[in-house]
């Protein structure tokens, strides 16, 4: 990536109306930007928040606090909002951005927040069977939901367990199918993913494991799955089998895209094309940990994201270096992830995993490079510190209960100074 060479920037064209895009707009205000600001939104909606989709508003309904840029602070601060429409391309000349209206907007500078969308199943169509992506789909979900109705759900990741554990608590019938042995085994791993098995289990929900589904259709008031272990049957189906970026205007404009998806940026968030930055679920940032390019697909990364470009477009040259953090509440459990868990990285246990609360912390060579915990929000944040820091700390202190691992952490800076 080389510098950009803008000069002074009198405009902003933010692609996309999602969590990163709000963010954007309130960054830039709150850092004084003068300039115009223009938000290009493919939804009919203002910017709103994802994650209480699958949890309080699934719940209640209620849009109170659920949207990000209400009316009256776009009128004060002086930023256009355009909902309903895509964005096709960006012009390499001059950053112009081409609306499948017809028309075009400059931006000195230009933000992509296009974010990404379900991953669906070939011809898995009908009015019962359901993703959960907009504010659209989860009013259509809740509707559908109702004690004594049977729901499958495809993929127990935080999307599907977080639907299942609603469903659970308002008397629905579930069936959660997950291909891999385990839940989440690809972030946490087998022996990790066992325990969230049982959380899941524990709530009365048939879960089957290291199950594929091969066909999913809709026949009159009927879904069925056609799967390795055989045919079920639900009244509903909710697919949660993991997303895909939304790069096409990316792809259009010539911008460099991941072969496995998602706009390229660098640790500036900027993209192959002078003048143009992405944030959020689309982008695809390198990791120097794992040395591996990824998405990181939650609100708290497209939150810090976007304030790092933000930053970077008005020529502070700010470095994205946070440690990815996750969180889910299913199940009356809060699970949170700092980090990731390598491939071959030791596993230790603070804690019982069959307990009511418990840390697992992942090493590298003693290296803390993740920590998932169940109801120990204290240790999660702490396990930041220490990825962050990148210090080496004994496995048999990590797991000693009795060990205040903020005066463990402090005791291990010191030692390692």
Excluded at 188 to 200: D, P, R, S, W, Y
Excluded at 244 to 265: K, L, T, Y
Excluded at 352 to 373: C, E, M, Q
Aim: hydrophobic residues 40%; contains cysteine; proline residues 4%.
């Amino acid at each position: 990536m080389s510098a950009d060479s803008i000069g002074s920037v009198g405009s902003v064209v933010v692609v996309g109306g999602g969590q990163a895009a709000a963010v954007a707009a309130r960054s830039l205000r709150r850092r004084s930007f003068e300039g115009a600001i223009t938000i290009i939104g493919e939804e009919p909606t203002a910017p709103y928040q994802r994650p209480p989709l699958s949890k309080e508003y699934l719940a209640s309904g209620d849009e109170n606090g659920l949207f990000l840029l209400t009316g009256g602070w776009l009128e004060d601060n002086r930023v256009t909002l355009r909902t309903g429409t895509r964005a096709l391309k960006i012009s390499a000349a001059d950053r112009s951005v081409l609306l499948e209206d017809g028309t075009s907007l400059h931006g000195d500078a230009v933000l992509v927040t296009t974010g990404s969308r379900s991953r669906k199943l070939p011809d898995a169509a009908g009015e019962r069977i359901h993703h959960l992506r907009s504010l659209a789909d989860a009013a259509a979900l809740r509707e559908q939901l109702r004690p004594g109705v049977r729901l499958l759900v495809l993929g127990a990741g935080f999307i599907g367990a977080e639907i299942a554990s609603h469903a659970r608590r308002i008397g629905v019938e579930v069936v959660v199918l997950e291909r891999d042995p385990e839940p989440l085994r690809a972030a946490v791993g087998g022996l990790v993913g066992a325990a969230c098995a049982g959380l899941i289990r524990g709530a009365g929900v048939d879960l089957r494991t290291s199950v594929v589904v091969e066909s999913l259709r809709q026949d009159g008031d009927v879904v069925r799955a056609v799967t390795t272990a055989g045919v079920v049957e639900a009244d509903l189906a909710l697919v949660g089998i993991g997303s895909v970026p939304n790069d096409e205007v990316a792809r259009d404009s010539g911008i460099e895209v991941d072969p496995a998806g998602g706009i390229v940026v660098d640790d500036r968030c900027r993209t192959s094309l002078e003048g143009v930055y992405a944030a959020g679920d689309v982008a695809s940032q390198w990791d120097p940990v794992g040395g591996v390019r990824r998405r990181i697909e939650h609100f708290d990364n497209a939150n810090r994201q976007a304030t790092v470009a933000v930053d970077n477009i008005l020529g502070r040259d700010r470095p994205y270096q946070e440690v990815p953090w996750f969180w889910s509440d299913q199940f009356g459990a809060n699970l949170q992830l700092a980090g990731r868990a390598l491939p071959g990285c030791e596993v230790v246990v603070r804690g019982d995993l069959g307990g009511p609360d418990w840390t697992a912390f992942f090493l590298d060579d003693g290296i803390v490079r993740g920590a998932f915990a169940k109801d120990r929000a204290e240790d999660v944040m702490v396990a930041r510190e220490l990825i962050a820091a990148g210090l080496r700390v004994g496995a048999e202190r990590l797991r000693d209960p009795d060990s205040d691992l903020m005066d463990l952490m402090e005791l291990v800076y010191e030692e390692q100074q």
